[in-house]
Nanobody, 129 residues
Framework: QVQLVESGGGLVQAGDSLRLSCAASGRTFSMYAMGWFRQAPGKEREFVAAITGSGGDTFYADSVKGQFAISRDNAKNSVYLQMNSLKPEDTAVYYC??????????????????????WGQGTQVTVSS
């Protein structure tokens, strides 16, 4: 059974940085793309970033491109989200998710919530102005 555990959230000020981590277990980690999504109060869960199983391709929502960076360490079964220059509008619960199928590399597919089978419990990020 796949388990995903996020960490690294917290309360920061605008302009600060945070690095979120997600530790995975249960499947051969390197076979599966990973994604980060976020959900602000009263809003739909939205795509933030994704990375292919090998780490060779990354995809970002336009709203975070150049601000956030996704990476992974397959030796540690972990995926990360480096968030820089945080803004109050980045406040949300951040979730990591593991792709339902192996070896996916489609940006369209990896930006859709429906493509992911397993989700973490989420970590709160709050950015004060």
């Amino acid at each position: 059974q796949v388990q995903l555990v996020e960490s690294g959230g917290g309360l920061v000020q605008a302009g600060d940085s945070l690095r979120l981590s997600c530790a995975a277990s249960g499947r051969t980690f390197s076979m599966y793309a990973m994604g980060w999504f976020r959900q602000a109060p009263g809003k739909e869960r939205e795509f933030v970033a994704a990375i292919t199983g090998s780490g060779g391709d990354t995809f970002y929502a336009d709203s975070v491109k150049g601000q956030f960076a996704i990476s992974r360490d397959n030796a540690k079964n972990s995926v990360y989200l480096q968030m820089n220059s945080l803004k109050p509008e980045d406040t949300a619960v951040y979730y990591c998710a593991e792709d339902a199928v192996a070896y996916s590399a489609s940006r369209y597919r990896l930006s859709r919530r429906e493509s992911y089978t397993y989700w973490g419990q989420g970590t709160q990020v709050t950015v004060s102005s």
